[in-house]
C-alpha cells in the first residue's frame, strides 16, 4: 500500500462515516424547517473544518523534514487513540453490547424535536443554522484531526488525506441527494472496524519508528500488524458476546 493511499484510504472511510450521520441531521433539518439556512449551516461548517486543517496542516508540510523522533510518538500515539476508540465501538456493538447505529430513528428523533420547537421563521431560521452547522461541525473534527495526524507523514500524504475526506464528502451527499432519505444502507459499523483497525496499526507503526524499533519487514510489517489487531478483535468479539446476557443484547439493538 503506497504512503498515498495509507492516508486517503482511511480518511476516506471515516468521513464517509462521519459525514453520513451528519447528513441525518441536516436532512431532518432541510424537510422540517426548509433548507435555505441549513445549506448555509453546512457551508459554514465545512469553512470551519478547512479554516482547521489549513491552520493546523500548513505547519506539518512545511517543517515536516524537521520532525523529530518525539514527534512520530506523540503522533503514533494520537493515531492509537483515535483507532482504538472506534475499534472498541465497533467491537461492542458488533457483540451486542451497544446498539447498532440507527440513522432512520436517528432521523426520526431529530425530526421530532425540530417539530417541537415550533415552526421556522419566514426569513432567517437560526434554528435550522445552528442544527446543521453544529452537525457538519462536531462530525468533521474527528475527521479533521484524523486528516491532519495521517497527513503528519509528510510528502502528499496530507494532500491526500483532505483529498480522500472530500471525496467521502461527495459521494455521501450525491447517494443523499439522490435517495433523499437517511443513508441507512450505509454499513457504519463495519466501516468503523475497518477505521479503527487501520489506524490502529499505523498508531503502533509509527510510534514504534519514533522509539526506533527497525521493522525488519518495512511497511509490509503493516499487514502483520493490521492481521494481528484483527485476529485479537474478532476475539474479543466472540469473547464478549458469549458472557453478555442475552437480555443486554437485545435491549441493545432496541434502544
Same mark, same amino acid.
Given at each position: 500500500m503506497s504512503g498515498l493511499m495509507i492516508a486517503a484510504l482511511p480518511a476516506f /472511510? @471515516? #468521513?464517509?462515516?462521519?459525514?453520513t450521520e451528519a447528513?441525518?441531521?441536516? /436532512? @431532518?433539518?432541510?424537510n422540517t424547517r426548509g433548507w435555505r439556512s441549513p445549506i448555509w449551516g453546512v457551508v459554514g461548517g465545512l469553512a470551519t473544518l478547512g479554516i482547521i486543517v489549513g491552520v493546523f496542516g500548513t505547519p506539518l508540510v512545511i517543517?515536516?523534514?524537521?520532525?523529530?523522533?518525539t514527534f512520530h510518538i506523540v503522533i503514533g500515539i494520537v493515531l492509537l487513540l483515535f483507532g482504538m476508540r472506534w475499534l472498541r465501538k465497533a467491537i461492542l456493538r458488533f457483540a451486542g453490547i451497544i446498539a447498532i447505529h440507527d440513522e432512520e430513528l436517528i432521523y426520526q428523533r431529530e425530526v421530532a424535536e425540530l417539530r417541537a420547537r415550533g415552526l421556522r421563521p419566514r426569513a432567517w431560521d437560526q434554528i435550522g443554522f445552528?442544527? #446543521?452547522y453544529k452537525a457538519v461541525l462536531l462530525e468533521g473534527l474527528e475527521v479533521a484531526f484524523i486528516v491532519l495526524a495521517l497527513g503528519a507523514q509528510g510528502g502528499s500524504a496530507l494532500q491526500a488525506a483532505v483529498l480522500g475526506?472530500? @471525496?467521502a464528502f461527495i459521494v455521501v451527499l450525491?447517494?443523499?441527494a439522490a435517495l433523499h432519505k437517511p443513508l441507512a444502507f450505509v454499513p457504519e459499523n463495519f466501516m468503523k472496524f475497518v477505521v479503527g483497525a487501520m489506524l490502529t496499526t499505523f498508531g503502533i507503526f509509527w510510534g514504534s519508528e519514533g522509539l526506533l524499533i527497525n521493522w525488519r519487514l518495512g511497511d509490509a510489517m503493516l499487514l502483520v500488524i493490521l492481521a494481528g489487531v484483527c485476529v485479537t478483535s474478532f476475539i474479543g468479539v466472540r469473547m464478549l458476546a458469549a458472557i453478555a446476557p442475552q437480555g443486554a443484547r437485545v435491549a441493545a439493538r432496541n434502544i
Open positions: /472511510l @471515516a #468521513s464517509v462515516v462521519e459525514w447528513f441525518t441531521i441536516v /436532512l @431532518a433539518v432541510g517543517f515536516h523534514d524537521q520532525v523529530t523522533q445552528w442544527f #446543521s475526506a472530500l @471525496a450525491g447517494a443523499g
